[in-house]
């Protein structure tokens, strides 16, 4: 139905916008609505060795759940089917306790999180986040990098269809140190 959908991610602060999506007044349009969320993440192997990674998924229909993120390539698909909503992925990192401080360590983040509204089964609106991040710190810093961290890309739907930004500070994850 749309294009395939990448996501970026940036450790250390929240990717996500604060647009005004002003649903809270707007009536439910007519037809049948759906929306599609695809966040898709790419990790360097070196956040993977120094970090254990948790993916709080925030569905469209406000149920969240956890789960930990294993490998270098994660990817996401939440459907929702009434409007407003809204879709986030929050990546949390706590440092392994096994981490070399003499090693430089390649910390790499790319990946995006893309939306699409339809009515009727036609596409309304499309909209795609990306984002990249990429540093070297050596691993006596990681242990107090990681703590606190954490990065999170979120869309939403307006009562419109219309994507808007959101922000990972609109969900309850229940963890809410990161923010």
Known sequence: MFATLVMAASLGFTACGGDDDNSGDEPQAPGVWTTVYKVELDLS????????????????????????????????????????????????????TDIDVTKVYDIRFAGSITAASFKDDKQQSYKTYPHRVSLSLPGDKLSAYYPGKSFALALGVNAKGEIVSASASDFDFGVNFVF
Do not use: Q, Y
Not at 50 to 63: C, L, W
Not at 78 to 88: E, I, N, S, V
């Open 45 to 96: 192997d070196d956040v993977l060795k120094t970090a254990d990674v948790t993916a709080h998924i925030a569905n469209p229909d406000g149920t969240v759940r956890e789960e930990p993120v294993t490998k270098a390539n994660h990817s996401w698909t939440m459907t929702g089917k009434t409007l407003p909503d809204k879709a986030c992925v929050l990546l949390t990192f706590v440092p392994k």
